[in-house]
């Protein structure tokens, strides 16, 4: 007898994990597996962060932490937002996190009410959604396509607000669409929003530094939406750093107060020695990690030129993070080696079984034409990937 909770029970599995754990378990069998499926940078963390975490080691840093994070690790957040966003935040506002992920749960966590409905622009990051019903809310999708580089207009979001609209998030760069949004596209989302008060913004900026136009705006820098706005951000990609597990929050004192308090009953503080690490990786000069940029932009341009052979599936030039989301939907209803394909989820599976390549499907995103491929591997597993696609679909 099944006596779990209706909350786990309802709860989606993570697509882009499912489908790195059906990878590893082809792995097992012998099967030779490219997975472009994680969002997961193939570079070492830079050594100048890991000889900070040797040196917090040596220096016996093992106790817990304060809950929304060391103070100087605060100060080199703050220091980080004017010197790269021209954010002015003081100590209270900030709250560092088990990971960027845990910042958005937080942040749900302390907001949503049940029936609270939260606005995502589609494709919006896999577990969002999920993380919105978990804490009551509703997900509204706002759909867009590769047409128009998978970004919500002001029009589009003007007709989306109810009176039950509590929140909008989006991520920029996006995953899983790589698309940035310009300042003239936020300023005309903000300008919609002066005429709603009581509607707060979730900005989630984790692959702000791997953008390839560099102009990153964040919605914050503009006057009348700081009061609003609040910033996610981390490590994990820019520093390459997934699995060391740091996020934090810019967020107004009021919403960072309840988000430690959250957090106080959850897990504590974050990882000592993380927390070390990260606050070498903030103080660094951007340039430092400038040589994994220039390599995500080689890739990308790699990667959109063998797509290009790949009969069927429909590209865009993604501006940022490292992914690009073909739409395949010129595939539905074809029968391929005894597959038929109806949706993306079919897609990525045959892909995986078939071209032994694991992708990850777009209705996971909330685009159901769209496979999610990231170009996060090296340009010899790209190249071998694709061909192996291409073969596949021949």
């Not at 209706?6 to 754990?21: G, K, P, Q, V, Y």
């Not at 990882?271 to 220039?294: F, G, H, T, W």
């Not at 949706?343 to 769209?370: R, Y």
Request: proline share 4%.
């Amino acid at each position: 007898m099944n006596q779990l909770s209706d909350r786990i029970n309802n709860l989606s599995t993570s697509a882009t994990l499912a489908m790195a754990a059906k990878a590893r378990e082809l792995r097992a069998e012998g099967k030779d597996i490219i997975g472009l499926s994680l969002g997961e940078p193939d570079f070492n963390t830079p050594d100048f962060v890991k000889e900070a975490a040797i040196k917090a080691v040596n220096e016996n840093y093992n106790s817990y932490t304060p809950v929304d994070g060391y103070g100087d690790l605060k100060d080199a957040i703050i220091n980080k937002f004017k010197r790269d966003n021209n954010l002015t935040y003081t100590a209270s506002q900030i709250v560092v996190s088990t990971g960027a992920k845990q910042s958005l749960f937080n942040i749900a966590s302390v907001m949503l009410n049940k029936g609270d409905e939260v606005i995502l622009p589609c494709p919006y990051w896999v577990s969002y959604s999920d993380i919105i019903k978990l804490n009551g809310g509703v997900p509204v999708e706002v759909k867009t396509d590769i047409n128009n580089d998978f970004k919500m207009s002001a029009e589009q979001l003007r007709a989306a607000i109810t009176p039950k609209t509590k929140m909008i998030w989006y991520s920029s760069p996006c995953n899983p669409s790589g698309s940035v949004y310009s300042k003239e596209e936020l300023r005309a989302i903000a300008d919609v929003l002066l005429d709603y008060p009581h509607i707060y913004i979730v900005s989630d900026e984790i692959y702000e530094h791997i953008n390839f136009i560099g102009d990153h705006v964040n919605m914050a820098q503009f006057d009348d939406m700081y009061h609003r706005t609040i910033t996610v951000n981390g490590v994990s990609k820019a520093f390459s750093m997934t699995g060391w597990r740091i996020g934090y929050i810019g967020a107004p004192d009021w919403i960072a107060r309840a988000c430690n308090k959250m957090q106080g009953q959850v897990t504590s503080g974050a990882n000592c020695i993380a927390q070390r690490a990260v606050i070498s990786a903030l103080e660094a000069d951007p340039s430092e990690i400038k040589y994994m940029i220039d390599e995500f932009k080689t890739r990308r341009k790699l990667i959109l030129n063998l797509l290009e052979d790949v009969e069927g599936f429909k590209t865009n030039e993604p501006e940022g993070a490292f992914y690009v989301f073909p739409d395949v939907s010129a595939y539905f209803g074809r029968t391929i080696k005894g597959t038929t394909i109806n949706n993306t989820s079919d897609m990525a599976m045959f892909l995986l079984e078939e071209a032994h390549v694991a992708t990850v499907t777009g209705e996971a995103f909330g685009n159901p034409d769209c496979i999610r491929i990231s170009y996060a591997a090296s340009q010899e597993q790209i190249i071998e990937a694709i061909r192996r696609i291409k073969e596949a679909l021949s």
